[in-house]
């Protein structure tokens, strides 16, 4: 069965800093999909990023970038300039390539930016 | 009504009480979700629903019964409930299969509280 695991429960980083989020995952497949998500306090949950595997080249969107490590299993959230809307939960999640398989997420990482 | 939509958005009830969370989703989605997220736990997937076909189902006490009367629309009905299941309940809609980028929508979630 596939995890994904995040070990750091709680961040923070200064204003107009960048933050890493770490996450690794396990899996036997050779082509899946791998996600981040945010969750504000009390809103919605929100796709932030989304990366391939069968893609060697890193996704970013904006502010937001990945490090995707694929032999390793390593999937880094990068937030470049960190700004006080980013305070919020994040969840790595990983799913098939297809099938009806649902996300698998990790469990989190809270991240404060202080201003 | 964009995206996700669930009703209520905040709930509290006794433990003899039957209620009913609904959620509809505006995005022509093929299959839908139930999660539960407490405050100290991950995410807990629930039950999946594919062309309104249940294929998954994670073990959940039978006092929560979900229904799928069509593709756009899921149910939660509760009964007997305990205390322990006051949490964040979300629903969820992805398209599966060709385009659908297995990317995963969420609605802003049902505040559950179990007096």
């Known amino acids: 069965a596939q995890t994904v695991t995040q070990s750091q429960p709680e961040m923070s980083v200064q204003e107009a800093e960048t933050v890493t989020l770490s996450c690794t995952y396990d899996?036997?497949?050779?082509?899946?999909?791998l996600f981040w998500y945010k969750q504000p306090p009390s809103r919605q949950m929100i796709l932030v990023i989304r990366q391939e595997a069968y893609k060697q080249q890193n996704a970013t969107e904006n502010r937001f970038s990945v490090n995707f490590q694929k032999a390793a299993k390593s999937f880094s959230l990068k937030i470049s300039d960190s700004q006080l809307g980013d305070a919020a939960m994040y969840f790595c999640?990983?799913?098939?390539?297809?099938?009806?398989?649902?996300?698998?997420f990790g469990k989190g990482t809270r991240l404060s930016v202080i201003a | 009504e964009t995206g996700v939509t669930q009703t209520p958005r905040h709930l509290v009830m006794g433990m003899t009480n039957k209620k009913s969370l609904k959620c509809e989703q505006h995005l022509g989605h093929n299959a839908m979700y139930w999660y539960k997220q407490s405050a100290k736990k991950p995410l807990e997937l629930m039950f999946v629903y594919n062309f309104k076909e249940q294929t998954e189902n994670n073990s959940v006490p039978s006092r929560f019964s979900p229904e799928c009367p069509n593709s756009s629309h899921l149910f939660l009905h509760l009964h007997t409930l305990q205390p322990e299941d006051s949490a964040l309940y979300l629903c969820?809609?992805?398209?599966?299969?060709?385009?659908?980028?297995?990317?995963?929508?969420f609605g802003p979630g049902t505040r559950l509280t179990v007096l």
């Open positions: 899996t036997s497949e050779s082509d899946y999909y």
């Open positions: 999640a990983y799913r098939t390539i297809s099938g009806n398989t649902p996300l698998v």
């Open positions: 969820a809609s992805s398209q599966d299969g060709k385009g659908g980028g297995r990317i995963v929508f």
